[in-house]
């Protein structure tokens, strides 16, 4: 089914955040267009009447009591942080919808 | 002495050290000196934890001489794959992304390895995020096969496998998604072992594809593997998908293996693994495999499994689906590596600096497969038609087992391939883990256990063996069996043929 | 920073259009712990010191779903007479933001436990509305974020932000109705009546602290227009962050006359989302993006479905107290109200009040006098709502108590609970610190009798000739010199008395 082009590459390299250079694409596009190819072939045997598995084992109503288990401390929290500052994460401007 | 130490079973030097023939110190420091000798040449290890590992040998050793009651498996040395979080110890999955992370806690994996006075040596090499089969993909260089240093210890979890056929350590943990722990074990002539998904708690287990990943004991015996087992399984809240029964009774039947005795059971030979694709050799060990089975009394027929034709492409799409969204917060935000944040870049624009910094071609590359699978148009032509691949792979799976009582097949279609070949080939390194896939997509035990050497390149080959969810046991006890048939066959373990490392005295 | 917006008459916006609305409200659960981890769920806390492994996203971290959480969604689910899912799943939203540690949402997407329900609301004028309830499904809430540097602490034009992960993964219930048409020019009101209505209803359950202030009850008003001879909805506009019951009406209203002006103008509207700013009254557009999200749902792998049992769900349905509407046909039948009192009463937001009053040992009229008539000026005074006041209804029992035993005059009742309201604490000290009691001794009050006619001779003739009204102006000169607190009933009839 799929002959994926360089501009979809683009896009799903944006969804996925992914800064990928010009030479990626090419090799990319290639490379994913084989893949999901051979892939499709799931397609063949997926009829209708068959219900999908999203768990290998099926367990159902696995709930926790809500019961408070200690959090880890503010240093501990910020420990592995590329930038902290007051007690919190420090992270570059974001743009978009105020939350 | 000291090459003794490192050639010994897991059982042999829990009952050396509980008996103070040797001290857990002693032990601890003669893999750590194997270790440094030569995991230059091999690269099984990405961080060695020396420090942590003599004090928790110390403690092993107080505990026993205080006349503590200590576990099977107490003062043993083992090397953790670095997929599992260890607090206070570098965890990288073999990724730049998580380049000097220091994890604030434990896997459950880890703290019961811990709390059963196993002795942590370090953390082993991995492709990225456990993505591949050859352990090329890992960030930090590749791992080399002990067997032969030009070739692949198999993947993703080749330092776990090489780590052990080096020597460097009795027992280890992988873990596999599609094959990573089965698959290692085969090339590097060690066994492997998938226990039943939901088997082994995968809290602190650094996600790959959730539905699929399971850790696993990995060793050179198969009662090693199975006391490690038991150690690692078990129900633990704090992973939803964990299964609250009992544990499987895999070192039981482990010696009742050992016994030599396989009459009443039934073994299935899976129709669809073979052919094609299929290295000779290969094909030639596993049909030798089979014929030891049956002259231990089982009844060997042959299953057909039609659906699992289309696990591999299932597999490539349910994968990387997952791994899409569970690799999402490695963004630069809250921990791990952060590129191009010069005061002018968004947030978004260093979230994709640093996640194209960070990982490598095969993790790109899935994310995208995996961004494209989920997409609405899409959805249902890919990871829907797949996640039916996976109920009609269960129900061939469920039919076979009301047949027979284990699977078998070859555990990967060659033997280890020389490193570089396959790494502009996605398709063709894919391939590794096509007999393999099905087990993980249905959930059920497999593992892998070393069927000698393929007759043209004088290369590991692995039996694979697969039984039913919570049946574990049931390899535990064929592949015990067989392990002592085959040694008697052979004349030798097939582990004693590695030769000895190049420049390395033994 | 505001553009300027054409707005069209809101007579002529009904006379020409009719309003389709949309209102999703998240709630936060008040559990003890978070959706999927231990970490304590209180609001207020030092930053990033509620949080784990697992809500800061770590990885090999997991989720674990709380228990509690399903119950209160259920028992959500059955006041709002929705069905139960026999079988749910929650899903991954999958998209990048720096407040969701896993930059995927942990959801409900096709699978919701429970929907297909029902919202009676009340109006001001009494009547009832229905606001059907598509669905209410468990998420989590995500992290806060802090904006350093540019004007206003705003996100545009800030040069870095902090993020604070205290609140990712509070448990949330989003609420969705289906679209609400037919309300015509009461569509602003019906908005407001819902998300009271709801607020009530979230109270009596016990479920959540409804405080629209903090957050833990938001409201996003989606609004389209249909031309009076259209067959299919317009496009509408979500508007968030609006974050008050009065901002609810405000918001509808103003999108509707915003979209009219730009439709009769020939315009389109843009499928956007929209903010609300509480200081104008208006919205205005957020970020358009160039393309629809793809959330690229997929079933949670990390969590095993949901299958509440009937007997579970019937359980819980045992559980319901008594929904603000049951207590409201109750409390009408028991003490006797019409339909306009009951009105006032639950427009005063104050049957709670009254009961708890009457609880106290005041009766209903009392109460409601209190509550509806003086309180409920008071509240609006103050900008406060009746509930925040800072007056509990055994206080207001206790003033209405010395009113009938004669120990304070209602002028004087009013004066001991203006300086509770004040915070000077409970009644009896008010009364102790302003020395607010009533002058009961009568040789006290005939002195002041007697000085007052003596003051107006001209006034005392008129009395002592039979013209009892005149004595009102004695009453006031005696109230005056007592500083008002005689009972003025017996001032008068002392009067009398001295004048016969
Ligand atoms: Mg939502
Ligand atoms: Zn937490």
């Known amino acids: 089914m799929p002959s994926i082009s360089r501009d979809e590459v683009a896009h799903l390299a944006r969804l996925a955040r992914l800064a990928v250079t010009d030479d990626e694409l090419d090799l990319f596009a290639g490379q994913l267009d084989v893949i999901l190819q051979s892939v499709a072939t799931v397609g063949d045997i997926a009829t209708a009447d068959i219900p999908p598995t999203s768990h290998a084992v099926p367990l159902t109503n696995v709930f926790r009591e809500d019961v408070v288990r200690p959090s880890l401390g503010q240093q501990q929290a910020l420990a592995g942080a590329p930038a902290a500052e007051d007690g919190r994460f420090r992270v570059p401007r974001i743009l978009g919808e105020e939350a | 002495m000291t090459a003794d130490l490192t050639r010994a079973t897991a059982a042999e030097l829990a009952a050396r050290i509980a008996n103070r023939e040797v001290s857990a110190v002693e032990v601890a420091q003669a893999h750590l000196d194997r270790i440094g000798e030569v995991d230059g040449a091999v690269n099984a290890f990405l961080h060695v934890d020396t420090e942590g590992a003599l004090n928790a040998a110390r403690k092993v050793d107080e505990d026993i001489a205080a006349g503590a009651h200590v576990g099977p498996l107490a003062g043993v040395p083992i090397a953790l794959k670095d997929v599992l979080t260890t607090e206070g110890v570098p965890t990288t999955v073999g990724s730049k992304i998580l380049e000097g992370w220091i994890p604030p806690y434990d896997a459950t994996v880890t703290r019961r390895l811990k709390e059963a006075g196993l002795v942590i040596l370090g953390k082993t090499n991995m492709d990225e995020f456990a993505m591949g089969s050859s352990t090329e993909n890992s960030a930090y260089g590749p791992t080399r096969n002990p067997w032969d240093t030009d070739r692949i210890p198999g993947g993703s979890g080749g330092g776990s496998a090489a780590a052990l056929a080096a020597f460097e350590a009795p027992l280890s943990i992988g873990t596999d998604t599609g094959g990573s722990i089965r698959q290692p074990g085969a090339v590097t002539g060690t066994v492997g072992v998938k226990p039943t998904y939901g088997g082994v708690s995968r809290y602190g287990l650094v996600a790959f594809s959730s539905s699929l990943d399971q850790a696993g004991p990995c060793a050179r015996t198969v009662l090693d593997a199975a006391l490690l087992h038991e150690v690692i399984a078990g129900y633990d809240p704090m992973d939803s998908t964990s299964i609250d029964a009992p544990v499987p009774p895999v070192v039981a039947a482990a010696r009742e293996g050992a016994n030599g005795d396989l009459s009443g059971v039934r073994v299935g030979v899976v129709t669809q693994f073979s052919g094609e694709g299929y290295q000779p050799g290969v094909l030639r060990s596993f049909e030798a495999a089979v014929a030891q089975l049956k002259q231990l009394g089982a009844e060997v027929v042959e299953v057909s499994c039609p659906s699992f034709d289309y696990a591999l492409p299932a597999y490539y799409l349910i994968a990387p689906s997952e791994a899409s969204s569970n690799l999402a917060r490695f963004d630069a935000m809250r921990y791990g590596i952060r590129v191009g944040d010069d005061g002018t870049r968004s947030a978004e624009e260093v979230m994709s600096l640093t996640r194209e910094a960070g990982f490598g071609p095969e993790v790109k590359r899935r994310i995208m497969i995996g961004t494209y699978a989920l997409s609405s148009g899409y959805y249902d032509a890919y990871y829907g038609s797949a996640q039916k691949v996976r109920t009609l792979i269960s129900r061939d799976f469920d039919a076979a087992f009301a047949t027979v009582d284990v699977l078998v097949s070859p555990t990967t279609p060659t033997t280890a391939f020389p490193i570089g070949e396959r790494t502009n080939d996605p398709m063709a390194m894919y391939k590794a883990d096509l007999c393999t896939i099905p087990a993980n997509l249905a959930g059920n035990a497999a593992m892998s256990v070393p069927s000698g050497l393929s007759d043209e390149d004088g290369l590991p080959v692995g039996l694979q063996i697969m039984a039913p969810a919570l049946q574990d046991h049931r390899m535990y006890r064929v592949a015990a069996a067989y392990e002592v048939a085959r040694d008697a066959a052979l004349g030798a373990p097939v582990i004693s043929g590695v030769p000895q490392l190049a420049g390395v005295a033994r | ?500």
Request: net charge negative; charged share 25%.
């Open chain 3, 1 to 500: 920073m505001t553009s300027v917006h054409e707005l069209m008459d809101y007579a002529e916006v009904i006379e020409r259009f009719d309003p389709v609305l949309g209102l999703e409200v998240h709630v936060e659960l008040h559990t003890n712990t978070k959706m999927f981890c231990g970490c304590a769920n209180v609001f207020g806390g030092e930053p990033n010191t509620q949080v784990c492994p697992v809500c800061l996203g770590m990885p090999g971290a997991l989720p674990a779903l709380n228990g509690k959480a399903v119950e209160s969604a259920i028992r959500i689910g059955l006041a709002l007479n929705c069905e139960i899912a026999e079988w749910c799943r929650f899903a991954r939203k999958n998209y990048f933001y720096p407040d969701m540690p896993k930059n995927f949402q942990t959801s409900q997407y096709d699978e919701p436990i429970a929907f297909n329900g029902y919202l009676d609301v009340t109006l001001d004028d009494g009547s009832l509305f229905r606001v059907e309830i598509e669905r209410a499904h468990m998420e989590e809430d995500t992290g806060k974020s802090l904006h350093v540097g540019g004007a206003t602490g705003r996100i545009h034009g800030a040069e870095h932000s902090l993020l604070d992960y205290n609140r990712a993964g509070v448990p949330l219930i989003e609420i969705v109705t289906k679209p609400i048409t037919g309300t015509g020019e009461r569509a602003p009101e019906v908005a407001r009546a819902y998300v009271t209505a709801l607020r009530d209803l979230l109270k009596a359950l016990d479920v959540s602290d409804v405080r629209m202030d903090q957050g833990s009850l938001r409201c996003d008003a989606n609004v389209s227009l249909m031309a009076k001879d259209a067959t299919e909805f317009g496009t509408r506009t979500e508007t968030k962050n609006v974050n008050s019951l009065r901002s609810v009406e405000r918001a509808v209203r103003f999108e509707m006359t915003r979209q009219a002006a730009l439709l009769a103008s020939g315009g389109e509207i843009t499928q956007e989302t929209r903010h609300f700013d509480e200081s104008t009254g208006s919205t205005s557009s957020g970020r358009t993006k160039e393309t629809a999200e793809d959330y690229r749902y997929f079933p949670e792998p990390d969590l095993v479905p949901i299958a509440p049992s009937r007997e579970w769900v019937e359980e819980l349905r045992g559980t319901l107290p008594e929904l603000p509407w049951e207590r409201r046909k109750r409390v009408q039948q028991e003490w006797s109200l019409t339909d306009a009192e009951l009105r006032d009463l639950v427009n005063a937001g104050a049957v709670d009040l009254v009961t708890a009053t009457v609880d106290a040992g005041a009766t209903h009229a009392e109460a409601r006098s209190w509550w509806v008539a003086y309180l409920t000026k008071e509240a609006n005074a103050r900008g406060v709502e009746l509930a925040e006041l800072g007056i509990t209804p055994a206080q207001i029992a206790r003033v209405i108590a010395l009113v009938n035993s004669g120990e304070l005059t209602n002028k004087l009742a009013r004066e001991v609970v203006t300086g509770v309201l004040d915070g000077e604490g409970e009644p009896e000290a008010v009364i102790e610190a302003r020395g607010l009691k009533v002058v009961s001794d009568d040789s006290a009050l005939e002195k002041a009798v007697d000085e007052a006619l003596a003051a107006q001779p001209d006034v005392a003739a008129k009395i002592r000739d039979g013209k009892v009204a005149a004595a009102g102006a004695i009453v006031g000169a005696v109230m005056k010199a007592t500083k008002g607190q005689a009972d003025a009933k017996r001032v008068r009839e002392l009067i009398i008395a001295r004048c016969s």
